[in-house]
Nanobody, 125 residues
Framework: QVHLLESGGGSVQAGGSLRLSCAASGNGYGNPYCIGWLRQAPGKEREGVAE????????AYADSVKGRFTIVHDSAKNMFYLQMNGLKPDDTAMYYC?????????????????WGQGTQVTVSS
C-alpha cells in the first residue's frame, strides 16, 4: 500500500504562485516509483499535469503547464512538490497526487494505482 498526502493548495490571483506538496509513504512505496500530479476542474475530466520517475528524476509535463509548473523530488524526505508559477484562472481545479510503479502517460489519467485526497487550487482573475 502507498499513502499519499497532499498539501499547499489555496487561493491566489492570476500571475501568482503556489507550491503543492505530496508526502509518499507506506510499505508498498519504494525506489523507483512514479509520482504524478493530476487535476480535475468542475465539469471536466481529470487530466495529467506532471509526473516524475524517481530512478532518474525524469519528468513529463502537459503542454498547458510547460514552462510554468515544475515537479520536484526530495528523495531524502520522500516528498514531491509541484511548483506552480504564472497561474491562470484555467488552472483552477482540485489537484491530486498519484503513484504507480511505472509512469503512465499523462494522457492516461486513469492509469494510476494510488491517489491522495486532493488539494484545491483556485486562481482568480
Amino acid at each position: 500500500q502507498v499513502h499519499l498526502l497532499e498539501s499547499g493548495g489555496g487561493s491566489v490571483q492570476a500571475g501568482g504562485s503556489l507550491r503543492l506538496s505530496c508526502a509518499a509513504s507506506g510499505n508498498g512505496y519504494g525506489n523507483p516509483y512514479c509520482i504524478g500530479w493530476l487535476r480535475q476542474a468542475p465539469g471536466k475530466e481529470r487530466e495529467g499535469v506532471a509526473e516524475i520517475f524517481t530512478s532518474n528524476d525524469g519528468t513529463a509535463y502537459a503542454d498547458s503547464v510547460k514552462g510554468r509548473f515544475t515537479i520536484v523530488h526530495d528523495s531524502a524526505k520522500n516528498m514531491f512538490y509541484l511548483q506552480m508559477n504564472g497561474l491562470k484562472p484555467d488552472d483552477t481545479a482540485m489537484y491530486y497526487c498519484a503513484a504507480h510503479p511505472r509512469c503512465p502517460t499523462l494522457r492516461n489519467s486513469r492509469g494510476w494505482l494510488y491517489w491522495g485526497q486532493g488539494t484545491q487550487v483556485t486562481v482568480s482573475s
